[in-house]
DNA sequence: CACCTTTCTCGAACCGTTTCGATAGGGCAA
DNA sequence: TTGCCCTATCGAAACGGTTCGAGAAAGGTG
């Protein structure tokens, strides 16, 4: 590989103008632009990053740390920030914790190490533990969709207060009142948030929640089989719609139906949080409160590069980034009238 | 951040020293050696992986490049290369190139650069241009996937000729014969070596390959779901079994067998390449060949990482890993004596 | 024409390591 | 005791850039 040295020789410049020219091109006179800048053509010059980091103190990294990458929501998420970052002649190391506060401690440790120059991350528990390394991260860092109480930092989420009460709305204005609401990952702050998303709607149009209906448990597919099979078999009591607070428990819910026999939407509304891969190929096309996630993977690389950018100095206040979800009505939601009407038909 | 001198300073020794203690323990006395990593731990001291690579000519850093992130192939894929890489200490950039030629140019342009010390690659498209650029590449690279005709480099893939003789076997011992086959993007090695079992099994079978079954297009879920419609609206020339060439194309084909209100296995057979993400909510479970993908990723890296300590040194002869799927039998594929049976019941 | 700016280019120091060749000191054989 | 070899340590030169201060050249003004 060519460096700064052989475009200087090639030049008969100093090195010191080679790099003027090629970081300041105003700053040398335009003959000696071009001749520069021909001689790094010729030579097939590019800067190596390494030594630019080195001096410059910082890299054109920055790390990306999700819980799963194979989550189409941290998919999409890492597609977008990868592209905002490449535009800001950024480049992305991602991460995987597979959920366990162990990984996510030890690539924590080597993403630090003065090697990337900023982190995005959604941490993978809530407890003190994680907040301890995190907060102890010297650089610049983002949080997104799981917010950490204590945690001073930026952060960038969806309002899942309101997309659980966008969709508890919706079920409600159906004429639904039996809601059953089948949370998520008890402690995480997307699921506390959801659970008060629902019952804050139901309440205020005075609906009683009964707490037969509100199940807890993991973001799972299997919990929101387990919880949906709880449910449907309660008889008179079963509940009209359920909400699931995630896109694979809200899967798990249709398949437990499906296997009841129980149609859906005829027989029972379903609606989930969080959209669902491979939406246009499960039928009934279920309704979901769409988390924006492009735009806030958008949002969080905007923040973390200003972050970079402006260093310690002027240190700007942290920012609490929350994006509205966008409904969207699928074939999984009907009208209870229908569903009496139609029982009786049978 | 501290540096070495930090630590020489406060071990009374000189930076070498520290250096040689840290990379060759049994090179110092052993008191000097205790010196250095106490003083190490009191200053906490990390070296500078930027500056390291600088000195030692490559950095810890290597890339890997998808063409979907979101497909669960390459998450799991990605998940397990970089647990192999960070055992060794390396670190992973992850890129999308939303299977687009401008995309993996400008990120192999981006990689390349001195920055990362090699790149797993699965090609997004196998025109000439694309090779031009991926062997232009001067550092070790692995293809995985899908491999190029003309290119001198490892490969790793799954035999994807073996998986469809699997599945077609599978169909034709349960006593299938009019097989469809939903072929996969064209041109494409995967694709091409995924039809070409499928014809050989059935012809090592001697039984005919109507070419009014063998459908063709990009893989996707749409194209399954297209194809399955034009197949299963055939009246009596209709298929006993369908064999899709991927994952997607097969819930395609699923999807479009549930809105024609034909039971699968009961009226067809269903059988697919690649596991179908979240397989365990989706009824019937489809038969499918599951490409060792985590086998993959861990050859693709052992082979990268062994090319990376070579060196252009002493070069080794390019190697083509070809690992076996395994069949996963599922509830959608049944013998066509029950078929039958059933449908005279009718 | 002398003097003062401004513009352009250059040399040198530095970023934090690794590594090579040199040196000091100690042990051992003669 | 002298000479020699090892071993442990060190100084200095890289790696490939960026950047600062200085100096030369060019241009403008009185």
């Known amino acids: 590989m060519s ?5 200087a020789q090639l030049a008969k410049v100093s090195i010191s103008t080679v790099s003027l020219t090629l970081n300041y091109p105003d700053r040398v006179s335009p003959d000696t632009r071009r001749k520069v800048t021909d001689a790094a053509q010729v030579v097939g010059y590019t800067a190596n990053p390494i030594a630019q980091s080195l001096k410059r ?44 506060l162990a990984n996510e401690k030890a690539i924590l440790a080597h993403l630090s190490g003065q090697l990337v120059s900023g982190i995005i991350l959604s941490p993978a528990c809530p407890v003190q533990e994680a907040m301890d390394h995190i907060s102890a991260l010297n650089m610049p860092f983002v949080l997104f969709d799981q917010k950490l109480a204590d945690i001073q930092s930026d952060f960038v989420g969806t309002d899942n207060h309101l997309a659980s009460a966008m969709l508890t709305e919706h ?48 973001y799972s597919a299997e919990h929101g089989y387990e919880a949906t099979m709880r449910l449907m078999t309660m008889g008179a009591n079963r509940p009209s719609a359920i909400l699931a607070a995630s896109n694979l428990m809200a899967l798990g819910a249709l ?11 005829d027989e029972v509304s379903l609606a989930g949080i969080d959209d669902v891969p491979w939406a246009a190929v499960i039928r009934p096309r279920i309704t979901v409160a769409i988390q924006p996630v492009e735009d806030i993977a958008r949002m969080a690389t905007r923040l973390l590069l200003k972050r970079i950018a402006t260093g310690s100095s002027a240190p700007t206040p942290f920012e609490d980034v929350i994006l509205a979800p966008k409904l969207l009505i699928g074939e999984s939601t009907r009208a209870l009238i229908a569903v009496h009407a139609k029982g009786a038909a049978f």
Do not use: W
């Open 3 to 7: 460096t700064i040295r052989d475009v």
């Open 57 to 100: 103190g910082r890299s054109k990294l920055i790390g990306v740390v999700v819980a799963d990458i194979t989550n189409p929501f941290f998919g999409k998420f890492l597609i977008e920030v990868e592209r905002c970052a490449m535009e800001a002649d950024y480049l992305v190391i991602v991460s995987d914790t597979a959920g366990r």
């Open 255 to 265: 398949q437990a139906c499906n296997e009841l026999c129980i149609a859906c939407p």
């Open 171 to 218: 079920l409600i204005r159906l004429g639904h009142k039996r809601i059953a609401f089948i949370g998520g990952t008890p402690g995480l702050f997307t699921a506390q948030q959801r659970k008060q998303g629902f019952i804050d709607t139901m309440t205020a149009s005075q609906i009683p929640v009964d707490p037969g209906l509100l199940m807890e448990g993991i």
